[in-house]
């Protein structure tokens, strides 16, 4: 059975720092690119942050880099998102995706608010 379980949500001031989790199982995890999106009240859903299945490679919502790094850990199956520099614009719930070859898995999402 496919798991993505995000974690590490919450309510953090403008300018603070989060790090968000994304535990995998139920597939193999270094065959997956794996990415972080994420959907505010009233939008789309949008890319944040995207991996390849070997970590060499990611790329960034233009928003987002400098501010926001993705890496993972093949070890534990996990992927992360470090948000840095938030801004009450970052308020959403942020997803947790794997996909490979056209299959696509997704978390259940994890909200994080940037409020004062």
């Known amino acids: 059975q496919v798991q993505l379980v995000e974690s590490g949500g919450g309510l953090v001031q403008p300018g603070g720092s989060l790090r968000l989790s994304c535990a995998a199982s139920g597939f193999t995890f270094s065959s997956y690119a794996m990415s972080w999106y994420r959907q505010a009240p009233g939008k789309e859903r949008e890319l944040v942050a995207a991996i390849s299945s070997t970590g060499r490679n990611t790329n960034y919502a233009d928003s987002m880099k400098g501010r926001f790094t993705i890496s993972r850990d093949v070890a534990k199956s996990t992927v992360y998102l470090q948000m840095n520099s938030l801004k009450p614009e970052d308020t959403a719930v942020y997803y947790c995706?794997?996909?490979?070859?056209?299959?696509?898995?997704w978390g259940q999402g994890t909200q994080v608010t940037v409020s004062s």
């Open positions: 995706s794997a996909v490979s070859s056209g299959t696509r898995y």
